[in-house]
T-cell receptor
Framework: GQQVMQIPQYQHVQEGEDFTTYCNSSTTLSNIQWYKQRPGGHPVFLIQLVKSGEVKKQKRLTFQFGEAKKNSSLHITATQTTDVGTYFCAGGSQGNLIFGKGTKLSVKP | GAVVSQHPSRVICKSGTSVKIECRSLDFQATTMFWYRQFPKQSLMLMATSNEGSKATYEQGVEKDKFLINHASLTLSTLTVTSAHPEDSSFYIC?????????????FGEGSRLTVL
């Protein structure tokens, strides 16, 4: 069946270092969403990308949607301790939303 | 990794009927499961928190009599959409918290597409 693979599963960084998580879909997506889940919390919607090759920025976060609409990335520049959490991508396809398994980010001060 | 199974993946029903969706944690016990709803091209919306052995906690604006949640065992939560109407057509997805990890990692089901005619 349709899958959305997300890597890495875990990432430990020193505060100030950059961080990137990648999502790959087995099929072409209509859109991709990114969520952030703080420890013990729920996924909070960050952004949705719809267009092929789209790039969006939110302060230190940069989101990209691949040209083929099968992959996406989230890049955080100069991580801070407040960035700690699990980042999920979710691919929209045929009206459904398929979640990746998430990348858990820890930041050492 | 932990797996959460959701069933059925797709269901079509007539207006006025009730539909039950199951969410199972396959290899861990989940004292807490969550139900979400997603409208087309919109973000996920938390509907309710399902707690094993107690009543579910509903988010503001979600009708508890309309969306019945039962969490009878540590591995199963069900969402019943009662007297479904076309406006209930949506994508419903559950998640379960695996408390074996320090932060209670969240795992998502595959989702259920409900279409009410």
């Amino acid at each position: 069946g349709q899958q959305v693979m997300q890597i890495p599963q875990y990432q430990h960084v020193q505060e100030g270092e950059d961080f990137t998580t990648y999502c790959n879909s087995s099929t072409t997506l209509s859109n991709i969403q990114w969520y952030k889940q703080r420890p013990g919390g729920h996924p909070v919607f960050l952004i949705q990308l719809v267009k092929s090759g789209e790039v969006k920025k939110q302060k230190r976060l940069t989101f990209q949607f691949g040209e083929a609409k099968k992959n996406s990335s989230l890049h955080i520049t100069a991580t801070q301790t407040t960035d700690v959490g699990t980042y999920f991508c979710a691919g929209g396809s045929q009206g459904n939303l398929i979640f990746g398994k998430g990348t858990k980010l820890s930041v050492k001060p | 990794g932990a797996v959460v199974s959701q069933h059925p993946s797709r269901v079509i029903c007539k207006s006025g009927t009730s539909v039950k969706i199951e969410c199972r944690s396959l290899d861990f016990q989940a004292t807490t499961m969550f139900w979400y709803r997603q409208f087309p091209k919109q973000s996920l919306m938390l509907m309710a928190t399902s707690n094993e052995g107690s009543k579910a906690t509903y988010e503001q604006g979600v009708e508890k009599d309309k969306f019945l949640i039962n969490h009878a065992s540590l591995t199963l939560s069900t969402l019943t959409v009662t007297s479904a109407h076309p406006e209930d057509s949506s994508f419903y997805i559950c998640s379960a918290r695996d408390m074996r990890g320090a932060d209670g990692e969240l795992f998502f089901g595959e989702g259920s597409r409900l279409t009410v005619l």
